[in-house]
């Protein structure tokens, strides 16, 4: 069974970084594009990120470019979001999920880690 | 506000059939195609809808999805109390190069 799991949230001041991991197993990794998708207290799913399975290109929401980097190392089986720059409505559950592509504009989250929590104040 | 638009609720008793429909734009739904997922309390999303109207593997065909133009809809028939949840259509946006999803449907089974 696919497994994906996210590591590294946790308290940060406004102003800070943090840097999440997400692990995949029991599948090809290096075969598959990654996204990250948070969801903050109360509200609902919002994309973050986005990584193909080479690692170029890689696409972000409005509200984190220019701050968020997400990068993956295929031989660790492993995607990562570097956030720096954090805000108060950084604050969310973050979720890392295999990205399975039909082609342009089509991309599906097949699976979803359990998330990792940020809480910036 | 989000570009892709979700009742915010919606409610049934069980064995009922409901809808739940997703309102976009041309750039996103007019244009690609959408993905439903379902989101349980406690539980991570799982896609439930894929490419507008395919079930991924393990997912019962009491769930069902369409897209016409720029809107698409989730059905569920034979309602049941486990299928209460938050439910959210996606599609990639054309202009914002990213994915969009729409503000969440609270389902309630009463």
């Known amino acids: 069974e696919v497994q994906l799991v996210e590591s590294g949230g946790g308290l940060v001041q406004p102003g800070g970084s943090l840097r999440l991991s997400c692990v995949g197993s029991?599948?090809?990794?290096?075969?598959?594009?990654m996204s990250w998708v948070r969801q903050a207290p109360g509200k609902g799913l919002e994309w973050v990120s986005y990584?193909?399975?080479?690692?170029?290109?890689?696409y972000y929401a409005d509200s984190v470019k220019g701050r968020f980097t997400m990068s993956r190392d295929n031989a660790k089986k492993s995607a990562y979001l570097q956030m720096n720059s954090l805000r108060a409505d950084d604050t969310a559950l973050y979720y890392c999920?295999?990205?399975?592509?039909?082609?342009?504009?089509?991309?599906?989250?097949?699976?979803w880690g359990q998330g990792t929590p940020v809480t910036v104040s | 506000q989000s570009v892709v638009t979700q009742p915010p609720s919606a409610s049934g008793t069980p064995g009922q059939r409901v809808t739940i429909s997703c309102s976009g734009r041309?750039?996103?739904?007019?244009?690609?195609?959408v993905f439903w997922y379902q989101h349980l309390p406690g539980t991570a999303p799982r896609l439930l809808i894929s490419?507008?109207?395919q079930r991924p593997s393990g997912i019962p065909d009491r769930f069902s999805g369409s897209r016409s133009g720029t809107s698409a809809s989730l059905t569920i028939s034979g309602l049941r109390s486990d299928d209460e949840g938050d439910y959210y259509c996606?599609?990639?946006?054309?202009?914002?190069?990213?994915?969009?999803f729409g503000g969440g449907t609270k389902l309630t089974v009463l």
């Open positions: 999920a295999r990205v399975t592509s039909y082609g342009s504009g089509t991309i599906e989250f097949d699976y």
């Open positions: 029991e599948f090809t990794f290096r075969n598959y594009g």
């Open positions: 990584i193909s399975s080479s690692g170029r290109p890689t």
């Open positions: 041309r750039s996103n739904i007019g244009s690609n195609l």
């Open positions: 490419r507008s109207d």
């Open positions: 996606a599609s990639w946006d054309d202009s914002l190069s990213g994915v969009v």
